[in-house]
Every structure is written in C-alpha cells, then in structure tokens.
C-alpha cells in the first residue's frame, strides 16, 4: 500500500468512504457477514490472500472480510490469527487504518481475544500461566491481536476512544502481565501508557481503575530488573502524571502510592539520558501530591547528577537509549529544567499527526504547570513563575467553601488578572463551575429531574441531527466512536429544553454544551454549568425565539467595529459583505466554532471572571482589526471566505497566536463597555439625517431596520468616506 | 488575499434551502471542492462558496448561499433569497419529512424574492436506497405540480451533484439572456456588466430599488 501514488490512495480512500455504509449494512448482517468470510476464507486462506491483495489499491473487501472472519463464530482459530496478522501487516498504512477503524475494527479484535481462555480470567492473579495452557493459534491470535491494538491507539484517537468503550484495556493489562506473551509484553505496555498519556477526563478514572493497569505502571516506573528502556519508562511516567492532573484518578493513584514509585525512579535516575525521566518523574510525583516533592531543590540535585548541556537534555527522546555518562555541569535553575520538559513534550507532540493535538498540547502542559504551581506552593511561594503562583492560586482560590469567586474577590482585579493569564486546563472543570457558582449543584438532583421530564419528539429529532454534527474532531463526539460523549450530550441538550421549554433547543446550543462538557468532570456537572451560563450571561435571548441578544450582540460589534477599526467595516462595506454571514456564528457557538480550543477556552475564562458576554465582542472586534491587512485588496468573495473561516486557518496570524489575539481583544475591553449609545452619533446609520436617529438603544433595532429594508447600518457612511465632497 | 480576476461572463446568486440535515452543506462541498465530509458541522446562519460552470462556451459563476435549516435562523437566512436568482429546496429522500416541509420552503422563498427565481426541488441521499421513504415519482409530481425543475442527487456518492448545478445555472443562463437583467436599466450583461451584476447582494440590490431617503 505504501508504494500507491498520492492519486491512487485517493481512489482507494473514497472507495473506502463510497462503500462505508454498505459495509456497515454488511456487519449488521450477519449471514451475509458469514457467507462472504467463509467462501473466501475457506477457498483461498486468509494469509494468502492478505499478501496478494495488500499490493492491490482497492481493498475494500479485503478490510471487509478481515472483519468478518473475525466476527465469524464459526471461524477457527488458525484462521482467525490469520486474520489478525494480515490485519497487523494492512494497518500500518495509515489509510487502512483509518477505514479499518470505519468497520469498527476494535471491537472485533477484543471480541475475539476474550474467546482465548487467558482473557477470561482474573487479572487478580495474572503472570502464572504457563505457554502449554495456550495453543500454538490462541497465542498467535493474542500476540497478533495486541499488536493490532497497539497500532490502533497509537496512531489513532478514535482507536483509543473504541478501545476504552470496549473495555478492551483490561485485555491489554492481562497480555502485559501475561508470561506466555512476552513477545508483546512491549506492545502492551507502551498501549497502555498511551492510554493513560491520551486520556482525557472522561476516560482518566476508567484507565487508572482498569484492574491491571496501575500495577503494570508500577512495575515499569520501579523496573527493579532493569530491563525496560527509558522511553518506556519516560512514557509510562509521562501517563501517570497526566492521569494525576484530574482528581478522581490522583486520588487512585495516591491510594496505590504511585508517588514512591516516581520518587524512587527520579532518585535512580544517575546519568544525563536519565535525566528527562527523572525531571518527569520527580514533576508527576509534584502533581500527584505536593508533600512529596518537597521543594525544587529536589529536582536541583536531580539536574546536578548529570547533563553536560540543556541542549542534550532536550535530546533525550530522540536519541537511542543506550546509556553513556557525560560531564556534569552546573545545576540548572528550577525554570529551566521545566522548560526542557515542556519543550520535550512539545517536541513529541509535534511528530504526531494525530487531531485534537493542540488540545492534548495544552492538556500536557498543564499537568506540568500544575506540578510546579503545588511545587511553589509547598516553598512558600520563592519559585519565580507566574504560571506556577496562578495555579497554586487558583487551588486555593476554589479549596474554601462553594462560593461566588466572583463575589468573594470585590472588584475582583486580582482575579480577573489571574483569568488573563489563563485557567490551568486541568483546573478547568474545577474552576469553571465556581466561577458559574454552580458547584453546589452537584450533589442535587436537579439534572436528574430534567432528564425525566423529557421533551417533544421535535425537539428530540433536532436534537438528534445536532449532535454528531459538534465539534466533530473531539473524540468525544465523534460519531464512529464509542458514542459516549454524543450520548451524554444528546441527554444534556434534551434535559435543557425540559427545563427551559421556552428556550427548547436552537442550533448552536450544542456547541456551547459539547464546550462544557469537555471541560466537566460528568455530565450532570455540564449541565449545571451549561443552565448557569445561559442564565446569567443572558444567552438564553441568544437562542430563544427572534435571537434577541444575539443581535444585539452582532449589532454592538457592528457599532464598535465602525468606531475602532472603521477602515476594516469600511471595506467590508463597500465591498457589500453581509455581516450577517459571519457575526452571528461567531456569537452563537460562543467562539468555539472557528476557534481552537487553546484560544476558545481563555476567551472563555476571561469572560467567565468577567460576568459579562464583553469579551465576545472584544473576540469578534480582534479578528475584524487583525484582518486589516488581508482583506484590503481582497473582493466581495475573499472577504467573506476570509470571514467565514479563512481566518481561522493555519498561520493566518489570528487565531494561532493567543497571546496576540488575546492582547488586541483586550485593547476593546472599556469600548466593549457601553451598553447605550448616549451621544447623538454623527455618521450613517447614527447620524441626525437618519430615519432612525435618537433611537438610543441601539443593537436590536438598528438590526431590525437591517433585515425591513436590506440595507447594511453604515452603507452610506462608507459611501461618504469613498467620495470625500 | 490578492484581487485576482477569475475571468467569468456571468455571474449568478443561488440559495440552498431545506430542513436541518438534509445534506445543504455536503451538497455543497461537493459541487464546489468535490468533497464530502462525514463530519461536517452543523451550519449556523449562512455559509458561502462560489464554483465556475461553462455553458454554451461562457463562464458563469455562481455564487452559493448555504442556510440554516432551523425554523429560528429565518430572520437571518431570509435575506439571502433576496436577489437570488435561483434556488435549491432540498430535501432527504430516506426521511418524509424533509420533504413534507418542501411546500413550505416553496412558500417562503416565494414571499421573500424576485418572482422569476428559477428554483430546482432535490432529492438527496439518495444512494440510501434502503432505507427510502419518498419515492422518486412523488418528488417529480411535486416538482411539476409547482413547475419545478427536479433532480436526485447523492452528496455522498456524487451522483448527479453536478448536474443539478449546470442544469439550474443553465436555465437561468437562458432565462435572463432572454431578457433583462434584475429589471433595471442594463440589457443583457456583458463582462463589462458583471461588476453591476454583483450588486445581486440584498442590501444594494435593494438600496438601489428603493433609492433610501437617508
């Protein structure tokens, strides 16, 4: 497959897409599933076939029949090892894999490991059976079936969303502890440290809670017998931190004393190639539970042990494992040793291809800033990071009793400061609920009783077609996936129109409500804050019939667009761009929409401290002003492409630079302020000539006046600056 | 954003219309950038594309408006039939009733647009011949009970797709050459004319008609 032009992957991709539902039709079926699998199974063998075909483009029923055979009952074991390794061979293709995924390839691959009797059993007492207990096929399959498993996750989100919906990681654990399968005691290990780094908070308890699991991190992180690499080991560390940055799953983790084991492991760490575990190791052993970490000097002396150069230290990774002693150099200051992590870690992130790693970026980076915040809380506060003292803040921040933070802090200046800088990711379904003042709600059964209530089947078909259609590129909501996350927020948006029938359901809300469930730890959590944000950030006129607030939320833009960047709404208006095809996107999927999530979620935090939707339009006024330069030579169409999510590409300069955009909303924060316009304006659609001159709160009306007549509100002004009389 | 002038002849404004989920923005893609995404997003408000055709040796662009389907996104997507000068009322051939709703959309792009708006009904998704509810001859009957052109198309498989397209955008090719444009003074637009012709957005299109007193 490799060896197929760039064109011919093409063809074999959209054959893969073309057929996708007749494939699925297939699976359902079973006879037919049956019939295809045995005719060809039984008439050529799988192996066989598998080879021939691999060198073929369309391997459409190739992938079909793999799973098949796989799904087959009736299917022997030689064969169904067959298939496996054929599959094992297809799926490094990156293409296949994905339209193996398709036909959902996970589930038949766990389904039939569980018919091996070593899955069957207690993973309590693993490591005793012996290789006679397993057939020379059983032990082909399992091996084969890991090693597909271990592929799957690793190149793909989807795959690792599957296998946790499956329960397929409690298999992994099993061939991981398993002696007879020692061939891929690797493949299984280095999955399940996948699983712990890729988890996000939905899936953070599952992992650390898959029996197994913990005890395979142990042993690695100890490896007493010296017998795992480093990048092993720096993986394995690298999942328990990230597991140790949501609650539920550090509390596990602490209960299994993880912390020791990464405190040993940094402690071992005696050379320069070591040294990254150990840096890891003594941060994750920071984030699981400040005491033991006791102050930076730790992570000091760590350094001190080692490492000749930073830049060696970056290299660790990269590198082969083999271990060679350099020249110690002088210690590294606290900040650097961290900023080597990071840079690794973001390193690493680089090289994989896979969606949603900006999101994974920051959901890594944050583990690491909440080590060093709980590092710098337990030495008083001495480590010079802003990032650090923010976290250690916002801990103790929402640590008191379930309060109005917002209140608490008066005019809230300090917090609000705090906010800019950002909400730590991790802190995120923490904070986000205090800051709605919503945490209270979690123990009540206010969701529960809006889920019964239930709602019309209109709004339920609504519904319905919303939901696989948000935020598709989170595994969470990805409709091939395990569906979770569409069930949840299928629930969600139902129990909102029970509970506010007169809002129902309006599309947009979905986003808002996939936003807040990526940042909550359960569903009930999300739509607490989801009913909270609607209610005091006045959104329910966003979506409620007539879309009150949302236009005078476009509307307030469009005035304070023509007072701040009257050269951009100039433009836009001679060249006769309708507002309307952009504003109101970005307003109704509360900048989610084109946004991505490292940029969307601070505008959120901003805005969430703030009390007040000003930070919208502070958003929406950044990217009118930072598109100047683009769009002054550009026509009607460019303008409105650029608009409609031109912007939002890669390395246009306006969404992927947060700090920048966020600086350059931030220059709007006292325009946003007014909610009247006092003053008689003295240009169009605000001048005294116009028909609607001393209307004096402006957005509705004026955007009503809009849509009556057809005319954009600063048409003639624009044609006023254009000939200059 | 360079100002590139991509050589047209005409230049034409065109509506997709239809219930939520019909397959508007797929429909879409695939006319435009031949593509088709399993996972696409819901469409809030508008969207816009733009695709040149040849017919009868000449360059025509269109310009596509992609709408909301949902009842609440009519204030806004109401706007976009204005100065349209055709449109494409989708609907779902495996569900009944998206095309139950077609009536309704006929009726309002009706109220809202010039009276000679050439408008095509669609039958999409239809390589969903399982699981079809609206029989192919029930869509022409409508379509020619209200003198419709009709068409079934796949976004998915790519049937059709294009020929919905050139056949409206042929027809309104012949319409207005034989006669004049938008009702103004300009006769048959010629390359010269297609700055003018761009004023099909509503709000000059509009302006231009009313002649506002501000």
Not at chain 1, 276 to 287: D, E, H, I, P, R
Not at chain 1, 512 to 525: G, Q, R
Not at chain 2, 114 to 119: A, G, Q
Request: aromatic share 8%; glycine share 6%.
């Amino acid at each position: 497959m490799t060896s197929v032009s760039p064109n011919m992957s093409i063809v074999s991709l959209e054959l893969g897409h073309k057929t996708s539902r007749d494939a699925e039709a297939d699976l359902l079926d079973d006879g037919r599933g049956d019939g295809v699998c045995k005719e060809q199974v039984q008439a050529e063998g799988m192996e066989n076939r598998a080879s021939k075909n691999l060198e073929q483009k369309n391997s459409v029923m190739e992938r079909k029949s793999l799973a098949a055979c796989l799904k087959n009952e009736q299917a022997s074991n030689e064969e169904k090892g067959m298939a496996l390794s054929a599959m094992h061979k297809m799926i490094m293709d990156e293409d296949e894999l994905d339209a193996m995924l398709e036909l959902g390839v996970i589930g038949q691959v766990c389904q039939t490991l569980r018919g091996i009797h070593v899955f069957q059993k207690q993973v309590d007492k693993p490591g005793n059976a012996l290789v006679d207990e397993l057939t020379k096929e059983e032990l082909n399959i399992s091996c084969s079936g890991i090693r597909c498993i271990a592929l799957l996750v690793n190149k793909s989100s989807k795959a690792r969303t599957h296998l946790m919906e499956d329960k397929g990681l409690e298999l992994v654990a099993i061939a991981a502890l398993e002696k007879s399968m020692v061939d891929v005691r690797v493949d299984a290990y280095s999955t399940l440290a996948t699983m712990g780094i890729w988890s996000g908070p939905r899936y953070a308890l599952k992992v650390v809670e898959t029996p197994g699991v913990m005890k395979c991190m142990d042993y690695i992180i100890r490896d007493e017998n010296n017998e795992f690499d480093n990048m092993l080991k720096v993986s394995m560390v690298d999942a328990v931190s990230v597991l140790a940055s949501r609650n539920r799953a550090r509390k596990v983790l602490l209960d299994y004393e993880m912390e020791h084991s990464m405190r040993d492991a940094a402690r071992s760490a005696s050379n320069s190639r070591a040294f990254n575990l150990a840096a890891k190791a003594s941060v994750a052993s920071g984030a699981l539970d400040g005491k033991t970490l006791n102050d930076l000097g730790f992570l000091v002396e760590v350094s001190d042990n080692d490492s000749d150069s930073s830049s060696d230290v970056q290299l660790v990774e990269e590198e082969d494992t083999n271990v060679t002693r350099t020249p110690s150099k002088p210690a590294l200051e606290g900040t650097e040793v961290y900023d080597n992590v990071l840079r690794t870690q973001a390193d690493m992130l680089n090289k994989d291809g896979n969606q949603g790693v900006s999101g994974r970026l920051l959901e890594l980076g944050d583990y690491l800033t909440v080590a060093r915040a709980t590092a710098a809380a337990t030495r008083g506060g001495s480590f010079s990071d802003t990032d650090a003292a923010a976290t250690a803040e916002w801990r103790s921040l929402i640590s008191g009793d379930p309060i109005n933070v917002r209140r608490k802090n008066g005019d809230g200046a300090h917090l609000k400061a705090l906010a800019r800088q950002g909400i730590p990711h991790s802190l995120r379904c923490e904070v986000w609920p205090y800051l709605l003042s919503c945490t209270d709600l979690s123990g009540s059964d206010v969701y529960e009783k809006a889920v019964s209530t239930g709602v019309s089947k209109q709004i339920q078909v609504a519904i319905d077609k919303d939901i696989t259609r948000t935020m598709p590129e989170h595994e969470l909501f990805w409709a091939g996936g395990a569906q979770v996350g569409l069930k949840s927020l299928r629930a969600v948006l139902r129990a909102y129109a029970a509970y506010h029938p007169e809002v129902g359901y309006c599309q947009g809300m979905s986003s808002l409500c996939a936003l807040f469930m990526v940042n909550a730890e359960t569903e009930a959590d999300a739509f607490h804050m989801f009913a909270a944000f609607m209610d005091q950030f006045r959104f329910k006129g966003v979506y409620s019939d007539g879309l009150p607030v949302m236009y005078e939320l476009v509307e307030k833009i469009t005035y304070l667009g023509m007072e701040k960047v009257p050269a951009v709404m100039d433009k836009i208006a001679a060249e006769g761009v309708p507002l309307d095809s952009f504003l109101p996107v970005w307003v109704m999927t509360g900048f989610t929409y084109y946004f991505p999530p490292t940029l969307a979620f601070k505008i959120w935090d901003i805005m969430l401290v703030e009390g007040n939707t000003d930070m919208f339009v502070c958003s929406a006024l950044a990217v009118l002003a930072l598109s100047e330069a683009i769009i002054m030579s550009g026509n009607m169409e460019q303008i409105t492409l650029w608009f409609q999510n031109g912007f939002a590409e890669r390395k246009t300069g306006i969404v992927d630079n947060p700090e920048l955009f966020l600086k350059v909303a931030l220059e709007f924060e006292n325009a946003a302020k007014i909610e009247e316009v006092d003053e008689e304006p003295t240009c169009g659609i605000f001048s005294k000539q116009h028909p609607l001159r001393g209307v004096r709160r402006l957005p509705r009306r004026t955007f009503e006046f809009v849509h009556r007549t057809g005319r954009r509100p600063f048409s003639k002004l624009a044609e006023r600056r254009r000939k200059p009389s | 954003m360079a100002r590139i002038d991509d050589g047209y002849d005409y230049l034409y404004k065109i509506v997709l219309v239809g219930d939520s989920g019909v397959g508007k923005s797929n429909l879409l893609t695939r006319f435009t950038k031949n593509e088709f995404n399993y996972d696409s997003r819901t469409t809030i408000g508008v969207e816009f594309a733009t695709s040149i055709i040849k017919v009868e040796e000449k360059a025509i662009k269109a310009q596509i408006w992609d709408t909301a389907g949902q009842e609440r996104y009519r204030a806004i997507t109401k706007a976009y039939y204005r100065g349209a000068f055709g449109a494409l009322i989708l609907y779902d051939i495996s569900k009944k009733a998206t095309f139950e709703s077609v009536e309704r959309w006929l009726k309002e792009l009706k109220e809202n647009s010039d009276n000679d708006m050439v408008i095509m009904l669609v039958g999409n998704k239809s390589d969903l011949t399982n699981q079809r509810q609206v029989r192919t001859d029930e869509g022409k009957a409508f379509a020619s009970a209200h003198g419709l052109n009709f068409i079934e198309t796949s976004a998915l498989d790519a049937s059709n797709v294009n020929e919905a397209f050139t056949e409206i955008l042929t027809e309104i090719y012949n319409q207005k050459r034989a006669k004049p444009v938008v009702g103004d003074k300009e006769q048959a637009p010629d390359v010269e004319k297609v700055q003018n012709i761009r004023i099909t957005d509503p709000a000059k299109e509009h302006s231009k008609k009313k002649s506002c007193s501000c």
